[in-house]
């Protein structure tokens, strides 16, 4: 039959219904529609909207490592932040900013080991005399995460030379990269179900232990202390071992199972055409 | 004589085996131009086997209390010998089942075996696929991981669009304002319990109508594409000529199962987290919400559809009515032709809405 191009255009019509249909209609289930986010606080609702010193710390806090980790405006500066009316009441704990010689102690509210170690370093015993406070080195708002790289020749020449800083991190470097190598492989199995909450308390303590030598300023205390950490980082890699391990048996299990099940296809297929 | 053969006699005496095994194996007879989508049945029923059995088995030690359930998911996934591989062959066998469900739906929907008598056969199997889409839903709350509790959150939510009843429904379906405790507690009754003896029951109608009204012959192979019903009496199928089941297609039955296993294997001991996202590993919290939600593969272009709708009830309705149509097709599609390639217009269709379908579901994924 030759069709009329109007009987054409009916087709591909009822035909693009149908389709629409059909593909709508593979399950009639009460789908996900929304992702939901967490509500923002009314500091920073007010404070985007801000120009200059009042606007930018948002910008600068959501790159940050506490942003990262859901620590907010109020987690550090109290205050409510549900209420506009008393996000800065302080009867509500708000804070506001510290003074200098008081950043320690406000970031040691949550950071109590790290305060300790830094008050009983060069660093600390210099605070109030032109010494460096936590946000010298970490930021203010865009608070970097502790690691290595806090320890480069930019940040500490601001104050003094930077030689004995770099001993002190080269002392450290290997140490680092064993903890972030661990830490990722930490972090691929539990993304994939394994159980690493053992493993992860034991890294969290391994990684405090060596983060308090960050605040040090005694090059053989530092090396003494990663030679010890190193150890246990040891264990720890071994323990991981032992789980790659099992998973790579469990791969070649799976490889002989999928060629038996191959193989007894092709025979059954095989006997089955003798009947054909 | 041998044990065996023994044993056959003396049951055969008690329940007459031997009549039994002429007619519904060896004396079954099926069209000689059966295929290998025929079979797809057999997987399913095997899928479905294998999911009681690996979900009898972790009931052993899954606890469905808010408060112990992930924990146990951890220790059948970590700690229980094997758990590992029966809670991958459960939550890879619901994937799979839903996957081959839709191919045994497409080689039906392809060869024209949904039309007259075989209306309730078609009934009887979509019905089955909603319902199994349902076990899959209330599967996914059990783990009660972050993943769990909130894709039913946001799925359960989707009922408040339906109006007037819409809040009450979401009620009766979390047992409660919220996902919570009470919501665990339905599901996994719904989950063990009732929707296992539904699909077992609706397996029963499907393979009694299959039994009634016969196999159909496909519609290819040179052979008569209409359909051969008279539509006025019953009459069963029969194929004269044909291939017995016993031992021709029980052995094609058994290839393809053999084909489904070694895929399915491979998925559970190479690809397992194919499946599965970060946030599954990850307690339910229901102060964090998770950035994005996305639910499973199958339900993918269902959550599209409802992102492309302005207003959430708008795309609820034109899944209902989309899912009226399909369910209603044999009734629909009343033309005696069964050849896919002397029904144009069915063709256009059915390729355009698998397009479609398949769009929607990459878009979804990506969106």
């Known amino acids: 039959m030759i069709r009329t191009p109007k009987n054409v255009r009916t087709v591909l019509h009822v035909a693009s219904l149908c389709a629409l249909l059909l593909a709508a209609a593979a399950t009639w289930h009460p789908a996900l529609a929304a992702s939901a986010e967490q509500p923002e606080t009314v500091c920073i609702q007010c404070h985007s909207s801000m120009e200059g010193k009042l606007g930018a710390p948002v910008g600068l806090w959501r790159k940050s490592i506490h942003a990262e980790n859901g620590i907010s405006c109020n987690s550090c500066h109290g205050g409510d932040p549900k209420n506009a009316a008393d996000a800065m009441n302080r009867s509500r704990g708000f804070l506001g900013a510290p003074k200098e010689t008081a950043i320690p102690a406000f970031c040691g509210r949550c950071h109590p080991g790290v305060m300790k170690d830094y008050l009983s370093s060069a660093h600390g015993r210099a605070l109030g005399l032109g010494g460096p406070t936590c946000v010298t080195c970490h930021g203010n708002h865009q608070v970097l995460k502790a690691s290595l790289d806090l320890i480069n020749e930019k940040s500490c020449t601001r104050c003094h030379s930077f030689e004995r800083a770099r001993t002190i991190r080269d002392a450290m470097q290997q140490t680092e990269g064993y903890i972030i190598g661990i830490d990722r492989r930490i972090s691929g199995f539990r993304a994939i179900g394994v159980d690493t909450d053992r493993l992860g308390k034991s890294l969290f303590a391994v990684r405090n232990r060596f983060h308090t030598l960050f605040h040090d300023v005694n090059v053989e205390r530092v090396k003494a202390e990663s030679t010890q950490i190193n150890a246990e980082l040891g264990k720890l890699d071994r323990d991981l071992k032992v789980i790659e391990d099992a998973r790579a048996k469990r791969k070649v299990a799976g490889g002989i199972a999928v060629f038996c099940m191959l193989l007894v296809a092709v025979l059954v297929h095989l006997l089955k055409k003798t009947y054909d | ?367």
Not at chain 2, 266 to 293: G, R, S
């Open chain 2, 1 to 367: 004589m041998s044990p065996f053969k023994q044993m056959y006699d003396w049951i055969d005496v008690r329940i007459g085996a031997r009549e039994i095994v002429k007619k519904e194996l060896t004396g079954y007879l099926l069209p000689r131009n059966i295929n290998e989508w025929y079979s797809l049945g057999s997987v399913l029923l095997v899928i479905f086997a294998l999911q009681v059995l690996t979900g009898m088995l972790l009931l052993v030690y899954y606890v469905p209390d808010a408060e112990k359930a992930f924990r146990s998911i951890t220790y059948i996934m970590n700690e229980l010998p094997y758990g590992w591989l029966i809670r991958l062959c459960h939550a890879v066998g619901s994937n799979m089942m839903v996957a081959v469900l839709f191919m045994h739906m497409l080689s039906t929907l392809m060869m024209g075996s949904y039309k007259g008598p075989r209306e309730l056969n078609w009934l009887t199997g979509f019905t089955l696929f909603a319902v199994v889409q349902g076990t899959s839903l209330t599967g996914y709350l059990l783990p009660w991981s972050q993943l769990s509790f909130w894709a039913t959150t946001v799925a359960t939510n989707s009922a408040s669009a339906i109006p007037v009843a819409g809040p009450y429904l979401v009620e009766f379906l979390r047992g409660g304002k919220l996902v919570g405790p009470p919501t665990l507690g339905r599901f996994f009754a719904m989950h063990v319990a009732v929707i296992p003896l539904v699909i077992a029951a609706l397996i029963g109608a499907h393979l009694f109508v299959l039994k009634r009204t016969g196999i159909s012959s496909p519609p290819f192979g040179g052979v008569e594409t209409k359909n051969p019903w008279p539509s006025q009496s019953y009459r069963y199928q029969s194929h004269p000529g044909g291939i017995p089941f016993f031992p021709n297609f029980a052995l094609q039955d058994l290839t393809s199962i053999c084909i489904y296993l070694a895929i399915f294997l491979a998925v559970v001991f190479f690809v397992p987290n194919l499946l599965f996202t970060p946030e599954a590993f990850v307690p339910a919290n229901p102060f964090k919400t998770p950035a994005h939600i996305k639910p499973e593969w199958y339900f993918l272009a269902n959550y599209q559809t409802l992102k492309v709708f302005p207003s959430e009830l708008l795309g609820l309705s034109v899944q209902a009515a989309a899912m009226t149509f399909v369910a209603l097709l044999p009734f629909i599609d009343r033309s005696p032709e069964r050849h896919p390639l002397k029904r144009p217009l069915f063709l256009a269709c059915a390729i355009a809405g698998i397009l479609l379908w398949v769009g929607l579901t990459i878009w979804g994924h990506f969106s």
